[in-house]
């Protein structure tokens, strides 16, 4: 659907490029996450993508008509008109007519949770809501590609489940989706592929397979030091482990290596501080590969 070779841009006055040999293919029904410290680019490949910016250095290429819907970080909806009078203005502004206009209101509405504030003004919706509203306008208009630039910035646990289970559908229902968030188990929910931005610059591109992985492992720490014995268990398991300050954690293990050292450990005093199986999350990941910055 969409092609992106060598595409760079650096604003006036700047000392670094803000962009830099950006190389990206993006097909219909894959969720792009799109990753990143402050500052190392997101927003800026977003608004190329909108053409709020026109490149500078290399090509942007569309396989069929440009087509694309985005939900900012700013709230774009006018604060003295009540929330239905907004989605109802927008869908005037998508030229949306008739049956189309009918069923995609409705959808908006019951994605976003807002059926109880059509009456209201925008103005007097909390912080949340108002990105609800926001977040219900990009999904109105009929697109090929949403993009959503922190869409759901101070959105309530509840209502952003909601909102991520819209962007689910999208991508369904045979829509691209590129998904910039700081919620980490957002992307991870959602994507099915990562793209992690470095002072403009592409660190890692990879789908979320291979980035997570499929071993299971295991991470351990105590208040002290780990159990005395604990490494025979673990030379007999034929295991190897990475050591911790206070702990240990092992890349790779099956359920049964699991039950014995689970014994071992419940059965020696102090009990462990933390105990975590499984794959490793995107967090922890992400931490990593960005030399531990937010």
Known sequence: MLELRNLGYRYPGSERAALQNI??????????????SNGAGKTTLLSLLSNVLSPQQGELSWHGPRSLALVPQQLA??????????????????QLRGTERRERLQLCIDCTGLSDKLQRRADSLSGGEQRRLNFAIGLLQPAQLY?????????????????LAAVEQL?????AVIYTSHYLEEVERVAQRILLLHEGQVRLDLDTTQLLGADHGLLLEWPDQPPAGLAAVLTRLELNAELLPRGLRIAALDGSQLAVISDFVASQSPLPTLMRFGRPSLEQLYLRLNGGQL
Do not use: I, M, P
Request: proline content about 0%.
């Open 23 to 36: 190389n990206l293919q993006l097909h219909a029904g894959q969720c792009l996450g799109l990753l990143g």
């Open 77 to 94: 909806f006018y604060a003295g008109l009540k929330v239905g009078e907004n989605l109802k203005l927008f869908a005037d502004l998508y």
């Open 147 to 163: 993009l959503f630039d922190e869409a759901t910035v101070g959105v309530d646990a509840q209502s952003r489940q909601l909102l």
């Open 171 to 175: 991508t369904d229902t045979g829509k």
